[in-house]
């Protein structure tokens, strides 16, 4: 693995203008950024990157299978107790699950290690399947990347192929809060994703959704929701007005009820006692849990509920060396061993690790010069060299 400068395209903007990808350049800084590439050989993609994302695949399954009857666990989330059987129905019925994110470090000479799982809502979806591909045909064409070049990227076809699997009659509705840009904009890339698979689409916001007098989900014209994917955190869901009528309703969700139990850090501790000193898992404990001093002086504390990398605090010698701000830091926390510092130019890249259904798809690589991938951490595009 390697990071190499480049020049940039110099009509990028332009391309990311017509294509849609409105923050790539959120007012007037950097979030794409194509100066600088992330190599890597086939065997780093196939044997580290992608064997590691198949075996934590399977260890979310071996969890979940246990946890959806785990008090302990399902009370740790604030989960009602009314919701219980919902969600264990939910994953005996096998309900489907569209795509997740796991995030990685690696590059500091030993195996990948897993940050997080982002089960649920994962962003910086469109920069990896598409935006990303058309910069490695466009630089092969410039000659400034070797003819044979490739990318771990098969996130658009398999996209298109799990929605044809999931394909129902009637419209299939997608949903977020749409003020927010990338995520209104990622919605609207699954949505031409779906109409490509042949399934008719409604784009929704969440504040659109309400309940009839039958106790049926509908939209703002009161039609019936029977199936919608939400680009919208289950725990909030839940805290909604209509979170008590959930399990009630025939509604399909995707991501489906049983990925609640993935989509928290409370899962890393969960992980680490399953698979202990697994080379792709990071030590890791509930903050309560008095094993948690073995990790001693140095580690990381994350919120169970936590993006963008707020109210992430990490420690090294007893002394907080970084915590972003946020609204987590009232949440209940878990602790994690420190990652290997992975650091190429200044940067510190993190390595999203995409899945659809159950398949790895591709990555995505955002850097930072912080301690913490934040917000504001650019996206950097990568390629198969070797």
Same mark, same amino acid.
């Given at each position: 693995?390697?990071?190499?400068?480049?020049?940039?395209?110099?009509?990028?903007?332009?391309?990311?203008?017509?294509?849609?990808?409105?923050?790539?350049?959120?007012?007037?800084?950097?979030?794409?950024?194509?100066?600088?590439?992330?190599?890597?050989?086939?065997?780093?993609?196939?044997?580290?990157?992608?064997?590691?994302?198949?075996?934590?695949?399977?260890?979310?399954?071996?969890?979940?299978?246990?946890?959806?009857?785990?008090?302990?666990?399902?009370?740790?989330?604030?989960? /009602?107790?009314?919701?219980?059987?919902?969600?264990?129905?939910?994953?005996?019925?096998?309900?489907?699950?569209?795509?997740?994110?796991?995030?990685?470090?690696?590059?500091?000479?030993?195996?990948?290690?897993?940050?997080?799982?982002?089960?649920?809502?994962?962003?910086?979806?469109?920069?990896?399947?598409?935006?990303?591909?058309?910069?490695?045909?466009?630089?092969?064409?410039?000659?400034?990347?070797?003819?044979?070049?490739?990318?771990?990227?098969?996130?658009?076809?398999?996209?298109?192929?799990?929605?044809?699997?999931?394909?129902? $009659?009637?419209?299939?509705?997608?949903?977020?809060?749409?003020?927010?840009?990338?995520?209104?904009?990622?919605?609207?890339?699954?949505?031409?994703?779906? $109409?490509?698979?042949?399934?008719?689409?409604?784009?929704?916001?969440?504040?659109?959704?309400?309940?009839?007098?039958?106790?049926?989900?509908?939209?703002?014209?009161?039609?019936?929701?029977?199936?919608?994917?939400?680009?919208?955190?289950?725990?909030?869901? &839940?805290?909604?007005?209509?979170?008590?009528?959930?399990?009630?309703?025939?509604?399909?969700?995707?991501?489906?009820?049983?990925?609640? &139990?993935?989509?928290?850090?409370?899962?890393?501790?969960?992980?680490?006692? &399953?698979? /202990?000193?697994?080379?792709?898992?990071?030590?890791?404990?509930?903050?309560?849990?008095?094993?948690?001093?073995?990790?001693?002086?140095?580690?990381?504390?994350?919120?169970?509920?936590?993006?963008?990398?707020?109210?992430?605090?990490?420690?090294?010698?007893?002394?907080?060396?970084?915590?972003?701000?946020?609204?987590?830091?009232?949440? /209940?926390?878990?602790? $994690?061993?420190?990652?290997?510092?992975?650091?190429?130019?200044?940067?510190?890249?993190?390595?999203?690790?995409?899945?659809?259904?159950?398949? /790895?798809?591709?990555?995505?690589?955002?850097?930072?010069?912080?301690?913490?991938?934040?917000?504001?951490?650019?996206?950097?595009?990568?390629?198969?060299?070797?």
């Amino acid at each position: 693995m390697q990071r190499i400068a480049m020049a940039e395209r110099p009509n990028w903007r332009d391309l990311a203008a017509e294509f849609g990808f409105d923050y790539a350049h959120p007012d007037g800084q950097r979030y794409w950024d194509e100066r600088a590439a992330y190599t890597f050989t086939l065997r780093e993609i196939e044997d580290d990157l992608e064997a590691a994302t198949s075996e934590m695949v399977g260890l979310c399954g071996e969890f979940v299978g246990k946890a959806i009857r785990d008090e302990a666990y399902l009370k740790r989330l604030n989960i /009602p107790e009314t919701h219980w059987e919902w969600i264990a129905e939910s994953w005996d019925r096998s309900d489907p699950s569209l795509y997740g994110r796991f995030d990685f470090v690696y590059g500091a000479g030993g195996p990948a290690k897993l940050l997080e799982f982002n089960a649920d809502t994962p962003t910086a979806l469109y920069e990896a399947a598409v935006f990303q591909w058309y910069w490695l045909e466009d630089r092969i064409k410039a000659g400034a990347l070797p003819e044979g070049a490739d990318q771990f990227n098969s996130l658009h076809d398999k996209l298109i192929a799990r929605f044809t699997a999931m394909k129902r $009659q009637g419209t299939m509705y997608l949903t977020a809060f749409s003020a927010e840009t990338e995520d209104r904009k990622t919605v609207e890339y699954l949505a031409e994703l779906a $109409q490509e698979a042949g399934q008719p689409v409604e784009l929704l916001d969440i504040s659109d959704i309400g309940l009839d007098g039958n106790g049926r989900f509908v939209d703002e014209k009161n039609r019936t929701i029977h199936a919608i994917f939400k680009l919208y955190p289950w725990e909030w869901l &839940l805290a909604e007005q209509f979170g008590a009528a959930l399990p009630k309703a025939s509604t399909i969700w995707i991501e489906p009820p049983w990925k609640m &139990l993935l989509s928290t850090k409370a899962l890393m501790p969960e992980l680490w006692k &399953l698979a /202990p000193n697994h080379p792709n898992l990071l030590e890791s404990y509930y903050e309560d849990d008095p094993a948690a001093r073995n990790l001693g002086k140095d580690y990381v504390a994350k919120p169970i509920f936590s993006r963008e990398g707020a109210n992430v605090e990490i420690r090294k010698g007893g002394v907080t060396v970084a915590a972003p701000e946020g609204p987590y830091d009232t949440l /209940p926390r878990i602790v $994690q061993a420190l990652a290997p510092d992975a650091v190429f130019d200044g940067m510190r890249p993190v390595i999203g690790s995409w899945i659809v259904d159950t398949e /790895p798809a591709g990555i995505g690589i955002r850097e930072d010069k912080g301690l913490v991938t934040g917000n504001r951490s650019c996206f950097v595009p990568h390629a198969i060299v070797g």
